[in-house]
Nanobody, 125 residues
Framework: QVQLAESGGGSVQAGGSLRLTCVAS????????MGWFRQAPGKEREGVAW??????DYASTVKGRFTLSRDIARDTLYLQMDSLQPEDAGVYYC????????????????????WGQGTQVTVSS
């Protein structure tokens, strides 16, 4: 079975840091795209950062503060979050495309086939 498992969420004060980890299992081949999405209460799910085998991109709201990295061989995704702000709070979800997907990565959630259960991030002001 394909499974994405997130970890690393927690509660921090504004200006603090967290590192999220996502481990994919059950895939015969690596996904072309993996990414992080988040959803705050009362808001729609939004893309945070995403990575292909050759490039990485971020939402404008987190550029310069978040750093995304990927271990392709181990199907593991990391998100280092620094200078966290209350606006960053929410449930963070890891997502991955099917191994045979060869299109462009992006913020369209429909692109991603597999999703984790989410890990909660709380930032106090």
């Amino acid at each position: 079975q394909v499974q994405l498992a997130e970890s690393g969420g927690g509660s921090v004060q504004a200006g603090g840091s967290l590192r999220l980890t996502c481990v994919a299992s059950g895939l015969a081949d690596s996904s072309n795209c993996m990414g992080w999405f988040r959803q705050a209460p009362g808001k729609e799910r939004e893309g945070v950062a995403w990575i292909s085998t050759v490039s990485t991109d971020y939402a404008s709201t987190v550029k310069g503060r978040f750093t995304l990295s990927r271990d392709i061989a181990r199907d593991t995704l990391y998100l280092q979050m620094d200078s966290l702000q209350p606006e960053d709070a929410g449930v963070y979800y890891c997502a991955a495309t099917s191994p045979w997907f060869s299109g462009q990565c992006g913020t369209d959630s429909a692109t991603y086939t597999f999703w984790g259960q989410g890990t909660q991030v709380t930032v106090s002001s």
